[in-house]
């Protein structure tokens, strides 16, 4: 089969026509050229703006007063995430991790308080949201320490906590205020002979570390209850609590 040549009969008014659309073409991109800065800039405005209101929000947002929330919580929230037992910061503020808290574990690590602290983290990673909670091998990659062992191991890795570690079997100190970045805890193993005790206090110290800083009398069943209490379980409104202060 031979090549055909196709020939277009290019007509006065097949040209005419042409030329129209090629000039209107040439109009309507120098219209969107010289206006594209303007539209860039108001998208970047716009996102800027929408930006630092987010960040205005989530900076001033307080889960204590969401009517979302039943009163009973918001209650239970303010006395528990907006103030602490052992200092008299701002009862407005909201302290939480705002990047994954990675934990390195020392001291006397047995079977049985490793395997608590793994249910303890597979729980707060279902709760919450935006962090992850994770246990590390090397102590270079973590930014929060737990010690199973004496106070005065404890005195040896946070100094200055003496009196707090004197009357407490189970103690943690965070820092860096509202934006947490650091932080550590023990555990009494010595003070405290029950097992089911020690893996309350692991449960309670972790999970306040996470910025619910405070006690109770309120609920019995409540991990921050007050009183001694061997509870090994989150109570429904402590689930509730985290989630608050996480996930909102």
Same mark, same amino acid.
């Given at each position: 089969?031979?090549?055909?040549?196709?020939?277009?009969?290019?007509?006065?008014?097949?040209?005419?026509?042409?030329?129209?659309?090629?000039?209107?073409?040439?109009?309507?991109?120098?219209?969107?050229?010289?206006?594209?800065?303007?539209?860039?800039?108001?998208?970047?405005?716009?996102?800027?703006?929408? +930006?630092?209101?987010r960040?205005?929000?989530?900076?001033?947002?307080?889960?204590?007063?969401?009517?979302?929330?039943?009163?009973?919580?918001?209650?239970?929230?303010?006395?528990?995430?907006l103030?602490?037992?052992?200092?008299?910061?701002?009862? $407005?503020?909201?302290?939480?991790?705002?990047?994954? =808290?990675?934990?390195?574990?020392? $001291?006397?690590?047995?079977?049985?308080?490793?395997?608590?602290?793994?249910?303890i983290?597979?729980? %707060?990673?279902?709760?919450?949201?935006?962090?992850?909670?994770?246990?590390?091998?090397?102590?270079?990659?973590?930014?929060?320490?737990? &010690?199973?062992?004496?106070?005065d191991?404890?005195?040896? %890795?946070?100094?200055?906590?003496?009196?707090?570690?004197?009357?407490?079997?189970?103690?943690?100190?965070?820092?860096? $205020?509202?934006?947490?970045?650091?932080?550590t805890?023990?555990?009494?193993?010595?003070?405290?002979?029950?097992?089911?005790?020690?893996? +309350? %206090?692991?449960?309670?110290? &972790?999970?306040?570390?996470?910025?619910?800083?405070?006690?109770?009398?309120?609920?019995?069943?409540?991990?921050?209850?007050?009183?001694w209490?061997?509870?090994?379980?989150?109570?429904?409104?402590?689930?509730? &609590?985290?989630? =608050?202060?996480?996930?909102?």
């Open positions: 089969m031979r090549n055909q040549l196709k020939i277009s009969r290019y007509t006065p008014k097949k040209a005419m026509k042409t030329l129209f659309f090629f000039s209107l073409g040439m109009i309507l991109a120098f219209l969107v050229l010289s206006n594209q800065n303007d539209v860039r800039n108001f998208t970047q405005d716009f996102y800027s703006s929408s +930006h630092a209101d960040n205005d929000i989530e900076k001033n947002y307080n889960p204590g007063d969401d009517e979302r929330f039943s009163k009973e919580e918001r209650d239970y929230f303010k006395e528990i995430a103030s602490s037992e052992y200092s008299d910061r701002d009862k $407005g503020e909201v302290c939480r991790w705002k990047s994954d =808290m990675n934990i390195y574990v020392t $001291g006397q690590q047995s079977e049985e308080l490793m395997n608590e602290l793994n249910r983290v597979d729980e %707060l990673n279902d709760l919450i949201d935006p962090i992850n909670i994770n246990i590390v091998n090397d102590r270079s990659e973590s930014n929060y320490i737990i &010690l199973f062992g004496s106070q191991q404890y005195n040896e %890795l946070e100094p200055g906590q003496e009196e707090f570690i004197e009357k407490n079997w189970g103690l943690f100190v965070v820092n860096g $205020g509202t934006d947490i970045k650091e932080g805890m023990y555990v009494d193993i010595y003070r405290c002979e029950s097992l089911d005790g020690q893996k +309350h %206090l692991l449960r309670e110290e &972790l999970t306040q570390s996470l910025g619910l800083f405070n006690d109770s009398y309120k609920y019995d069943n409540s991990i921050f209850q007050q009183r209490t061997e509870t090994t379980e989150y109570a429904p409104i402590d689930r509730q &609590l985290i989630k =608050m202060l996480y996930n909102y």
